[in-house]
């Protein structure tokens, strides 16, 4: 299983991460498609090989192939928007927010499954690459479709523990 894989390859010093892997993967109550999606999303936002190899095949498994998609085109969407709006808002001259945005982002519009799933893979890869602003507008619309703050908790949670591992298993890459 690709957890256990994940697992394994974390050093003694990381214990916390593996028993977080089980508790907000393994042991989530999510439905699979927004898990699976989450954790996809997330994986790719990381960017880490070793954690692609061990949770891309899980979640291509359980997941439709729109959803599949879907997921990935979120990590994609947001890699760009992340950056974009978070640049705004770091600027002091708000006036640059008050500019046409001019990017193509259909795909939020149409993924191709349920709304708030494309919603919530969205909010966790905002959450790993730290836009404040796209976290606020995902959550907003989260809430207002009814989601429960504790499922958006527990994509951060995914993210959170999903970006941490990526972080020590590429570190221990580089230091071996």
């Not at 999303?41 to 692609?52: N, R």
Request: glycine residues 6%.
């Amino acid at each position: 299983m690709a957890l256990d894989e994940l697992k394994s390859a974390l050093p003694d010093y990381a214990k916390d991460l593996k028993l977080n892997l089980s508790a907000v993967i393994a042991n989530s109550e999510l439905p699979a498609q927004q898990l699976w999606g989450t954790v996809l999303s997330c994986a790719m936002a990381t960017g880490s090989k070793p954690v692609l190899a061990e949770l891309e095949p899980q979640a291509k498994e359980i997941l439709s192939e729109q959803a599949y998609t879907a997921a990935k085109a979120a990590a994609a969407i947001m890699a760009m928007n992340n950056v974009y709006y978070r640049t705004l808002h770091l600027l002091s001259d708000k006036e640059y927010g008050t500019l046409r945005t001019g990017l193509r982002m259909n795909i939020i519009g149409n993924p191709g499954v349920e709304k708030v799933d494309f919603e919530l893979w969205s909010f966790a890869v905002s959450a790993i690459n730290g836009c404040g602003q796209c976290l606020d507008s995902h959550e907003q619309v989260l809430r207002k479709a009814g989601v429960e703050r504790e499922v958006i908790q527990a994509a951060a949670k995914i993210a959170a523990v999903v970006q941490a591992v990526a972080s020590v298993l590429d570190a221990e890459a580089a230091l071996a």
